[in-house]
Nanobody
Framework: QVQLVESGGGLVQAGGSLRLSCAASGHTFSTYAMGWFRQAPGKEREFVAAISWSGGSTNYADSVKGRFTISRDNAKKAVYLQLSSLKPEDTAVYYC???????????????????WGQGTQVTVSS
């Protein structure tokens, strides 16, 4: 049974930073691309960032490019999202997800992810 558990969310002032972590278990973590998505109240879930199975390729939403950094540690079965220069519009529940396609490129499409964590709240105050 695949489990993804996010942590690291919280309340931060605009301009601040946070580091989100996602611990995976139950599958061959190093085989699959991983992604981060977010959902703000009243809005649809949106893509934030993704990283290939090897960590050699990344993909970012335009809204976070240059401010957020995704990384992974296959030995620890973990994926991370460093959030910097945070803005109030970054407020959302952040979810990590595992792509269902082995050895794939980092995808921005949520339908290509079949395992999801429970989410961690990030709140940015102005």
């Amino acid at each position: 049974q695949v489990q993804l558990v996010e942590s690291g969310g919280g309340l931060v002032q605009a301009g601040g930073s946070l580091r989100l972590s996602c611990a995976a278990s139950g599958h061959t973590f190093s085989t699959y691309a991983m992604g981060w998505f977010r959902q703000a109240p009243g809005k649809e879930r949106e893509f934030v960032a993704a990283i290939s199975w090897s960590g050699g390729s990344t993909n970012y939403a335009d809204s976070v490019k240059g401010r957020f950094t995704i990384s992974r540690d296959n030995a620890k079965k973990a994926v991370y999202l460093q959030l910097s220069s945070l803005k109030p519009e970054d407020t959302a529940v952040y979810y990590c997800a595992s792509d269902f396609r082995a050895y794939s490129a980092p995808s921005p499409f949520h339908h290509e992810y079949n395992y999801w964590g429970q989410g961690t709240q990030v709140t940015v105050s102005s």
